[in-house]
């Protein structure tokens, strides 16, 4: 028993040898290193990922220019707007009548200047009228609209704010979720489940929701901060309204509008 195995491994051992020699060697498995792309970063990954994810960053990418802008705008316009009505406000409230108001406004540019004179037009316009009440009645009307305006006026641009905040996440998440499917269609193809060739494509994918976010949450912060400054501006007009009415009636109490409009030209 022992010299037939000696002998089977006699004759076996040159087979073994020739088959060493003549089949080629096996390929050696590329490290996981190698399968990975070169440029990790949010650049190469950009630059790396399918067309349909691009253009998704690519508008992220204006929908926050486009907010730091109207945020840029918006600041410097309340904050000129915030001045003019520390300025308007203390006019009026210094004034002993329409025309000193007129007069300490004129300088004031702006919506306050604008009520004064609507008050005086009205006035003018209401000289052969007898009933006091009902020209404050159309002044308050006057005034009212000229609020409104200033009101709409300060408004525009935030509704760009609001609907960036609000659409940039599903924006985002769109092209995380086509970005996903393309890499799941890269396993199926590859037919391997190795996390060096499913990582990069999911990273590719994860950086359009991760933009999104970017672009989304300054627009919502800014938003909200325009949001309190234009109301605290409708109410300093709200009180620049009431100073305007203030006067007037004080003005109608001091003579009839005939002479109130004689004192005005």
Do not use: C
């Amino acid at each position: 028993m022992r010299v037939s195995a000696a002998l089977a491994l006699l004759l076996l051992t040159p087979v073994a040898a020739w088959a060493q020699d003549v089949l080629p060697a096996a390929p050696a498995r590329p490290a996981a290193s190698s399968v990975l792309p070169h440029d990790l970063s949010p650049w190469g990954m950009i630059a790396g990922a399918d067309w349909v994810v691009q253009a998704v960053i690519a508008g992220l990418a204006f929908a926050s220019v486009l907010t730091w802008t109207v945020a840029l705008a918006k600041g410097l316009e309340l904050l000129v707007a915030g001045r003019r009505a520390r300025a308007g406000l203390a006019a009026l409230h210094a004034a002993g009548n329409l025309d000193e108001a007129g007069r300490r406004l004129g300088p004031v540019r702006g919506p306050y200047g604008a009520l004064v004179e609507a008050a005086q037009q009205e006035v003018a316009a209401s000289a052969d009228a007898m009933n006091k009440e009902g020209i404050k009645e159309r002044a308050a009307w006057r005034l009212e609209r000229l609020v409104a305006n200033a009101g709409r006026r300060v408004g525009r641009g935030a509704g760009v704010l609001a609907t960036i905040g609000a659409t940039a996440p599903f924006v985002g998440l769109f092209g995380t979720v086509w970005g996903i499917m393309n890499a799941f269609i890269g396993i199926s193809r590859a037919q391997t489940t190795n996390l060096a060739v499913v990582a990069p494509g999911i990273a590719e994918a994860l950086l359009a929701t991760a933009v999104g976010l970017v672009a989304a949450i300054p627009a919502v912060v800014i938003y909200n901060l325009f949001a309190r400054a234009a109301a605290g501006h409708k109410a300093r007009l709200a009180d620049a309204v009431a100073e305007t009415m203030r006067l007037l009636s004080r003005d109608l109490d001091r003579g009839p509008p005939g002479r109130l409009r004689a004192v005005g030209d």
